[in-house]
Structure formats: structure tokens, C-alpha cells
Nanobody, 123 residues
């Protein structure tokens, strides 16, 4: 069983920054990926960003240029640096891990999920 733990959320004013962390054991095998999703109140969970063990990165269009995903293999941790935050970024953020990920945009393809962490951006 893989236990993912998110940290680093909180409240910030528009234009501010936060860095989310996801402790992700087993993030070492080929094809393995960790993704960040978010879910705003009353909305569906949406994909934000992914990182593979081979270093491939991808971002949802609305966060490109503002968010950066990275990994520290020694710490089994994936980070999501969020800059220039907007009120529409307010959501519960989740990290998810899949050992052989085919479609990063499909929540059903992930086996492991964290509990989620709240990010609130005020205007």
C-alpha cells in the first residue's frame, strides 16, 4: 500500500505563492508518474500537472507559466510550486500516483491518492 501525504496548502492573497509537497513512496519505477489534481467546491476534479520518473512534465493550460512541478528522488517527494495565484485556483489539491500511467488526464487511471489539501486564494 502506498500512502501519499500532501502538505503546504493554506490561504494567500491573489498574486501570492504557495508550494505544495507530496510524499510519494515508490516514485522510482519506469513509467511511474505523480500528478496533481484539484477540485473546487461544486465542480469536478480536474487535472493540473504531471511528472514522470523520466522527467517528462505536463501542465493544464490555465496554470502554464505560473505553476512548476518538480521532484526530489532522495526524499520521494513531488512539489508543485504555484506562483501568481488567482482566486480561481482555490480548490482542494490532491496528488495521485500510478506506477504505469497511460492517461494522466483520467482520474480513474490512478491507484493511489492523497487525502487532499486546501488552497484558498482571496482577491
Amino acid at each position: 500500500q502506498v500512502h501519499l501525504v500532501e502538505s503546504g496548502g493554506g490561504s494567500v492573497q491573489a498574486g501570492g505563492s504557495l508550494r505544495l509537497s507530496c510524499t510519494a513512496p515508490r516514485f522510482t519505477s519506469n513509467g511511474c508518474a505523480v500528478s496533481w489534481y484539484r477540485q473546487a467546491a461544486g465542480k469536478q476534479r480536474e487535472w493540473v500537472s504531471s511528472i514522470y520518473t523520466n522527467g517528462i512534465l505536463s501542465y493544464e493550460d490555465s496554470v502554464k507559466g505560473r505553476f512548476a512541478i518538480s521532484k526530489d528522488k532522495r526524499k520521494d517527494t513531488v512539489y508543485l510550486q504555484m506562483n501568481s495565484l488567482k482566486p480561481e485556483d482555490t480548490a482542494m489539491y490532491y496528488c495521485a500516483l500510478e506506477e504505469t500511467l497511460i492517461n494522466p488526464h483520467s482520474p480513474q487511471d490512478y491507484t493511489y491518492w492523497g487525502q487532499g489539501i486546501q488552497v484558498t486564494v482571496s482577491s
